[in-house]
């Protein structure tokens, strides 16, 4: 198998034909034929498999995979790449915003020498606040991660097979596509592609859904919000060490009478305002220790067509 394309779907009914379609017409004009399709249902509630069982009786190069319910996309993706069996991969999402017809220039970059490529959307045709919460994710997500990552660029790349291998071989269950092709060190490139609005339906990434996989990547990929209240917890101590100290000498010396109850407890809120959030924090970063001490399996499958078990 030369070419495999992973797509995850989530309500997304009225775009996979149309987007089988078009990959059909993107691989003839690149004159590749022997490639495959893989469709993720993600428990979609839509009917989703419905299409995907038409299209993969239709044609054998597609292959679908119903998972039991929603696992996320990443685990989807994840389902995907673990059956895949061409020398490049390429992931996509299914919502046809990631163009098919700029496959071509993800694969003739690749080819170049590049084991990863991913496609960077030069002008994004998401919504102003969705656009607006990726920049501030990115910003904070770079400084706490201290890495420097490009919000243009999503999902949409194309993988030699061995760096599918290794990304086979990480198991956690917080999983990130495009981070865990960072972490393994190889050189990336990009290339500019078009981006286009969604085919039809809308999102299923609410502001409430965006913010916990924002939270999740930021506290599976680094200690450093741990350090950041480490260092705040011995800040406010030191300036409680000094003001106490202060107080002490204007009392004895200066004979100046300490303040009022009022400051004391407005500082006692705030000291314990900072104490239950670190512990909310440190409980966090326990239920992720605990998640993946399971060692649950990253997703399970209801029914699989075209594939080998």
Known sequence: MHISVVTPAYKCSECIEELYKRLIHTFNNMN????????????????????????????????????????????????????????????????????????????YKALEGYDVVFGRRYE????????????????????????????????????????????????????????????????????????????????SYNFRKSFNLALDF???????PLKIFVKTGFGISLIAFIYGINLIIKYLIFKVPVPGWTSIMVSLYFIAGLLLSSMGLLGIYIGKIFDEVKRRPIYAIKEQINLDS
């Open 218 to 224: 930021a506290i599976s990929q680094s200690n450093k």
């Open 124 to 203: 994004r045709k998401d919504g102003v606040f969705k656009k607006a919460f990726s920049n501030i994710f990115n910003l904070v997500f770079n400084y706490l991660v201290e890495q420097k990552t490009d919000n243009a660029v999503a999902n949409f790349s194309i993988l030699n097979h061995k760096i599918v291998d290794k990304i086979k071989e990480m198991k956690e269950s917080t999983r990130s596509h495009a981070l865990f092709i960072y972490w393994l060190g190889y050189e990336v490139a990009y290339v500019d592609v078009n981006h286009s609005k969604r085919y039809s339906g809308k999102s």
């Open 32 to 107: 590749i034929n022997d490639y495959e399709i893989i469709f993720i249902n993600d428990g979609s509630p839509d009917n989703d498999w419905e299409v995907i069982r038409h299209l993969c009786q239709k044609d054998s190069k597609v292959k679908g995979i119903n998972l039991t319910r929603n696992f996320g996309q990443h685990k989807a993706i994840a389902a995907g790449l673990d059956f895949a069996q061409g020398e490049w991969v390429i992931v996509m999402d299914c919502d046809l915003q990631d163009t098919p017809e700029e496959i071509s220039k993800l694969y």
